[in-house]
């Protein structure tokens, strides 16, 4: 496997992905901002963060799935998520937990940034994930 991820000594315990991933490989895979979207376009749980996050992560896989990567690949993942606030931590989780087995999500994930922004390109757009892998 070309990716190991490591959380070391010192950074902060208990998070729910590993601070460190170090990948060797030829081929470098960049997943564009995937959203709660399914193939015809339409969207998928409109107001429900935990709904959303599931399907952006489902999305996600296809992408990977289409570059021969899987989740196992993943060095990076970048969450944007609207109108962040701290309590909506549960819910943004409950969508992860929700599809960790389905997707084969590795547990702690990868190197993960959540970042909160005022709005996305559309307004029923509650989360947006991009996705680095790195395979031989």
Known sequence: MPV???SPDGLQPNTPYH??????????????GQIAR??????????????QVAQTLRNTGRALAGADASFDD??????????????KIGPFMAGIESVIEELGLPWPLPPASLIGVDHLFEPDVLVELEATAIVQ
Do not use: M, N, Q
Not at 19 to 32: D, F, N, P, Q, W
Not at 74 to 87: C, G, K, N, Q, S
């Open 38 to 51: 399914l193939a015809d376009g339409s969207p998928v749980a409109p107001g429900d963060l935990a709904g």
């Open 19 to 32: 601070h460190v991933a170090v990948a060797t490989g030829s081929r470098h895979i960049h997943v564009s």
């Open 4 to 6: 190991t991820r490591i």
């Open 74 to 87: 993943v060095v990076r993942l970048t969450f944007y998520v609207t109108e962040w606030a701290p309590e």
